[in-house]
């Protein structure tokens, strides 16, 4: 006979068996990553933006890119991706570190700002 609670327990079986596991060595990990905030990140601004790996000439050249907005443009991505100004990084917008960022769902004003910067810095990557 072939009930709900046979289909749900074929379900979990089904290419589920990983996340299934209750290991007590994966609540130990689970547990230093939540006290640390979550995984820690492994890519890096310039490369969550533009969606594929940059080398360092490239990051530049994003930076680069940055640069070319207006001061307002700059500022209102600053407060997207790090928060009210006193959490800003005392140095320059940078495009190399994967630390401290702070992402939302960006509203329709951000969107066009994100998909400008993107533009410029695929153009700046582009130039020989």
């Not at 990983?18 to 310039?46: C, I, Q, V, W």
Request: proline share 3%.
């Amino acid at each position: 006979m072939f009930e709900w609670w046979n289909a749900e327990q074929i379900g979990r079986k089904g290419g589920l068996k990983g996340g299934l596991s209750r290991s007590s060595a994966k609540r130990r990990a689970s547990r230093a990553n939540g006290a640390d905030g979550g995984r820690p990140r492994t890519r890096t601004l310039g490369e969550m933006l533009l969606r594929r790996s940059l080398n360092k000439d490239e990051h530049h050249k994003v930076c680069l890119a940055y640069l070319d907005l207006t001061k307002d443009e700059r500022r209102r991505l600053n407060l997207f991706f790090f928060g009210q100004s006193w959490t800003w990084p005392h140095y320059a917008f940078d495009w190399s570190g994967a630390t401290n960022l702070r992402l939302a769902q960006p509203n329709e004003g951000m969107r066009f700002l994100l998909k400008k910067l993107r533009l410029m810095a695929r153009r700046r990557i582009a130039e020989p």
